[in-house]
């Protein structure tokens, strides 16, 4: 089989291009040829050293893919030789694996590999901020930060089918024009616009119910002068560094005001079997029904994939950068 590996961590020369010999399925294993790989912010930051949960070196990289199944161990019961299969939670920069059974989703024969590959992590990750984390009702208002990006994207349509209210934030126009086109309902660019006034202009002065904040950093202090009462915001990203506003003297500022601040992994919801089965089969059907679409940005042969490393580092992708072996 053929793999993107890396021996070490480093700049984008880290990733080789490898042959590699063929993987044999296990008892409890789905041996699947790999047809199409989603490339994820993480898995740069696995490459340059800076993620907080690193693999053994060498590592083949990416966690989520989507291929059919060539064989099926003895114990394997779920799936069937020829079955198409989103492949979650198992290392996947690659053309053939051998997978534990439990880490393959069935899907159907009407959605093609690109989405299902595209489907896992942002999708669930959008899905249990908007209605496990927070419990959002129609017509509640979403700030979504990074709005033109994979999250974010995913965020807009189950946001759609909710019937909220959304903000988006991006900095470049075509990126705005992308969102808007999507359906949300305002978009700021925050490079041209103040975002905390502008929020607070659209909403009336009562401020966003929900904010989706992937950046963090510095500004972190600033979603709470563009939050409702009993408004919440979830942080579940990094773009610019753990926050390093004091959580506790931002709350007690204004404690009439009862705001709520979670951390969400997606992690978290792996480690609930029931709760993961049942958002996976209602985003499968979503997407089965075309209710959700990913955004795929561009299609990298995977020997390129210090190229698609790139376009996510420049922030250029609007939705997901795919590897197709």
């Given at each position: 089989?053929?793999?993107?590996?890396?021996?070490?961590?480093?700049?984008?020369?880290?990733?080789?291009?490898?042959e590699l010999t063929d993987p044999t399925c296990g008892a409890n294993e789905v041996l699947v040829e790999i047809k199409s790989i989603s490339v994820n912010f993480s898995d740069v930051l696995i490459r340059r050293?800076?993620?907080?949960?690193?693999?053994?070196?060498?590592?083949?990289?990416?966690?989520?893919?989507?291929?059919?199944?060539?064989?099926?161990?003895?114990?394997?019961?779920?799936?069937?030789?020829?079955?198409?299969?989103?492949?979650?939670?198992?290392?996947?920069?690659?053309?053939?694996?051998?997978?534990?059974?439990?880490?393959?989703?069935?899907?159907?024969?009407?959605?093609?590999?690109?989405?299902?590959?595209?489907?896992?992590?942002?999708?669930?990750?959008?899905?249990?901020?908007?209605?496990?984390?927070?419990?959002?009702?129609?017509?509640?208002?979403?700030?979504?930060?990074?709005?033109?990006?994979?999250?974010?994207?995913?965020?807009?349509?189950?946001?759609?089918?909710?019937?909220?209210?959304?903000?988006?934030?991006?900095?470049?126009?075509?990126?705005?024009?992308?969102?808007?086109?999507?359906?949300?309902?305002?978009?700021?660019?925050?490079?041209?616009?103040?975002?905390?006034?502008?929020?607070?202009?659209?909403?009336?002065?009562?401020?966003?119910?929900?904010?989706?904040?992937?950046?963090?950093?510095?500004?972190?202090?600033?979603?709470?002068k563009m939050l409702n009462t009993l408004g919440q915001v979830i942080w579940f990203g990094i773009a610019d560094g753990n926050p390093s506003t004091n959580l506790l003297k931002a709350i007690a500022s204004d404690p009439s005001q009862s705001y709520g601040v979670s951390m969400f992994h997606l992690f978290s919801i792996m480690k609930n079997p029931a709760l993961s089965a049942d958002s996976f089969a209602t985003?499968?059907?979503?997407?089965?029904?075309?209710?959700?679409?990913?955004?795929?940005?561009?299609?990298?042969?995977?020997?390129?994939?210090?190229?698609?490393?790139?376009?996510?580092?420049?922030?250029?992708?609007?939705?997901?950068?795919?590897?197709?072996?």
């Amino acid at each position: 089989m053929k793999a993107i590996r890396i021996h070490q961590t480093g700049g984008l020369e880290a990733l080789t291009y490898e042959e590699l010999t063929d993987p044999t399925c296990g008892a409890n294993e789905v041996l699947v040829e790999i047809k199409s790989i989603s490339v994820n912010f993480s898995d740069v930051l696995i490459r340059r050293g800076e993620y907080p949960y690193m693999p053994q070196f060498p590592a083949i990289l990416g966690s989520e893919s989507a291929g059919s199944v060539i064989e099926i161990g003895s114990e394997v019961k779920h799936v069937k030789v020829g079955d198409r299969v989103i492949v979650f939670g198992h290392p996947s920069y690659c053309t053939l694996a051998a997978v534990p059974a439990n880490k393959v989703i069935p899907f159907p024969d009407n959605v093609d590999y690109d989405a299902a590959a595209a489907l896992p992590i942002i999708y669930l990750t959008a899905y249990h901020m908007l209605h496990t984390v927070r419990r959002v009702t129609p017509g509640e208002t979403v700030l979504i930060y990074s709005a033109a990006g994979g999250v974010g994207t995913a965020a807009i349509q189950l946001g759609k089918i909710a019937g909220i209210k959304m903000i988006g934030l991006t900095s470049q126009n075509d990126k705005a024009d992308l969102i808007k086109e999507m359906g949300i309902d305002h978009v700021i660019n925050y490079k041209q616009e103040h975002v905390v006034t502008r929020v607070n202009e659209i909403t009336e002065g009562r401020g966003a119910d929900l904010i989706l904040d992937c950046v963090a950093g510095e500004g972190f202090g600033n979603n709470f002068k563009m939050l409702n009462t009993l408004g919440q915001v979830i942080w579940f990203g990094i773009a610019d560094g753990n926050p390093s506003t004091n959580l506790l003297k931002a709350i007690a500022s204004d404690p009439s005001q009862s705001y709520g601040v979670s951390m969400f992994h997606l992690f978290s919801i792996m480690k609930n079997p029931a709760l993961s089965a049942d958002s996976f089969a209602t985003l499968i059907q979503y997407l089965a029904e075309r209710k959700i679409d990913p955004i795929i940005y561009k299609k990298v042969p995977l020997e390129l994939t210090a190229d698609a490393h790139q376009i996510l580092e420049n922030h250029e992708n609007t939705g997901k950068v795919i590897l197709n072996p």
